[in-house]
């Protein structure tokens, strides 16, 4: 990552088009695949890159407690949350990204704005101290925009009509991704609906209207309780088929086998009841 633009501050300047070379250095840090066998395809994560400019415009008023500056820290995060997705959430290893704990009655040296000279280097050389808080923030917003889920704590926001996986601290990476993608009971063969079925045919003739949904865990989530009833759809899947390259990109080895369905119509069949 000899880039300098590696080094920039993740919640500056969102409301401008990230550079091709950064979007390409982030995807390959994401899905572990090299940049030359995404350069030619940059354009079909356009979407992808919205919804990453989009959270980070909306954790920008609170960036001095979230443990994350630059777009290295939220690669070297991700990496070093693959490297321990068996460790629960507030193990030693999981925590040992981060810099110390401040001691009882002082508070945190982390600051919103490191300088230059410090931005190339770690987070734990940067600063000598940083909180709880801030050390889990970082950890919510990285599992965000890496794996598309939303999982605890809640700040600074909560998304209406968008459920939270509860990640307790006793819990691992693997842990939580079990419990969003655990079996619902899969429909019979012979019970399946026909590969015709597409979000068309799923507004204009069943009813439904389409929820376009950023949380992989609310895929294929109906809710026919209301006078409209409704439907999510995860939006990115092209991001799904890159996880599908490589076998290492994912937190828990079956982590493509249960997302991959996510993008076949054939499969409208495991719609979820909210």
């Known amino acids: 990552m000899a880039n300098v633009d590696v080094d920039s501050l993740i919640f500056v300047n969102q409301n401008s088009r990230l550079p091709p070379d950064i979007k390409l250095i982030l995807l390959e840090g994401l899905v572990g695949l090299p940049r030359n066998v995404l350069r030619h395809r940059i354009e079909d994560y356009d979407g992808y890159f919205v919804c990453f400019a989009s ?25 070093h949350l693959r490297a321990h997705k068996s ?15 401040p001691p009882v009655g002082e508070e945190a040296a982390f600051e919103k704005i490191p300088t ?5 280097t770690s987070l734990k050389e940067r600063y000598e101290t940083c ?30 009509s968008t459920s939270c996986i509860a990640w307790h601290e006793n819990e691992s990476l693997v842990d939580i991704i079990t419990k969003a993608f655990k079996s619902q009971g899969l429909l019979q063969t012979e019970q399946r609906f026909p590969k015709a079925i597409n979000s068309y ?3 204009r003739v069943a009813g439904f209207r389409i ?35 490589t076998s290492t990109s994912a937190p828990a080895d079956r982590f493509v086998q249960i997302t991959e369905w996510c993008s076949t119509p054939e499969d409208y069949a495991l719609i979820r009841r909210s």
């Open 211 to 245: 929820v376009w949904t950023e949380h992989l865990a609310d895929h294929l989530l109906l809710n026919d309780e209301v006078a409209e009833p409704t439907v999510k759809l995860f939006r990115f899947p092209s991001i799904l088929q890159l996880y599908n390259r």
């Open 116 to 120: 230059d000279a410090l931005k190339s």
């Open 87 to 101: 460790k629960a959430r507030t193990s030693p290893e999981i925590l040992s990204f981060f810099p110390q704990d």
């Open 131 to 160: 909180n709880s808080s801030q050390k889990q923030n970082a950890i919510s917003l990285a599992v965000k925009l890496w794996l598309l889920i939303n999982c605890g704590p809640q700040e600074p926001y909560a998304r209406a």
């Open 55 to 79: 959270e980070c415009r909306t954790w920008a008023s609170m960036a001095s407690n979230i443990a994350l500056q630059t777009y290295r820290d939220l690669i070297d995060l991700i990496e």
């Open 201 to 203: 045919s799923l507004e």
